[in-house]
C-alpha cells in the first residue's frame, strides 16, 4: 500500500470513531515481531513470524496512542482469551490483517465503556460461509446492497471486540445483530452497540457502547 492509500486510511479511520477516541492504521513492519516484550510473547512463544509481526505492529502502534493520551507504556500484554491489557485509564482494541495493523484508544472516563476495532483485505467472504455469519434479515440486507458478507463479518468483530471485555461473554456471530440503516448492533443479551465501517481500499470498522 502507498503513502496515499495509507493516508486516506488513516483519515478514514477518524471519521469511524466516537468522540475523544483516537486511531491509527499502519503498514506491518519487519521489525515488529523483534519489539514485543517478554510479556508480550507469553502465550505466542512458538508463533510463526508473521504472527509475531503483526502483534508488534499493533502493540506499535497503541502504545503511541497511549503516549498521545498521557498515559505512556512500555508494554501492552495479553490477557485472559487474548484480550489486551490496557494501562490503567485506557480501554481499546487492536487487530491486523496480512499487511496492516491498526489501534484504536479512549480514556476509560470518556463517551465510551468499550471500543473495537477490526480490519479486513476488501475481497469477498466464500459464499459458503455468509449463512454461517448472518441472519436471515442481515443477508436480505446484504441481497440488497447495502453491505458484503466480509463487511459484515468485520463489523461483528469490532462488536464482539467492544462488548467482550466488560460482559466476558463469548458471542456467536448469529447472536448479533446488525441494523445498517441506524448503524447499531444488538447482542442476544441486549446489549446495543454503535458501529461504523468502510469498505475501501480495506475493510475497517469500529464499534462502542
Partial sequence: MD??????????????????????????????????????LV???RAVP??????????RLAKALCAQMGFPTAEI?????GMP???????????????LAVAVTAATNGTCSGLGVDIEPAIPLDD????MIASQREQAAIQAGQSTGKLLFCIKEAVFKAVYPTARVFLEFTEVEIDF?????????????FWRAIADPHHVATAWW
Avoid at 490496557?86 to 487487530?95: K, R
Wanted: charged share 20%.
Fill in 3 to 40: 503513502d496515499a492509500l495509507l493516508l486516506r486510511l488513516n483519515l478514514q479511520l477518524a471519521a469511524l470513531l466516537p468522540p475523544g477516541a483516537a486511531g491509527r492504521i499502519d503498514r506491518i513492519r519487519d521489525a515488529d515481531g523483534a519489539s514485543l516484550t517478554a510479556l508480550e
Fill in 43 to 45: 502465550g505466542r512463544e
Fill in 50 to 59: 508473521a504472527v509475531k509481526r503483526a502483534s508488534g505492529a499493533a502493540r
Fill in 77 to 81: 500484554p495479553r490477557g485472559p482469551k
Fill in 85 to 99: 491489557l490496557w494501562p490503567p485509564g485506557v480501554l481499546g482494541s487492536m487487530a491486523h490483517d496480512d499487511s
Fill in 128 to 131: 459458503g460461509l455468509l449463512p
Fill in 181 to 193: 440503516c441506524q448503524q447499531t448492533a444488538l447482542t442476544n443479551y441486549g446489549r446495543t452497540v
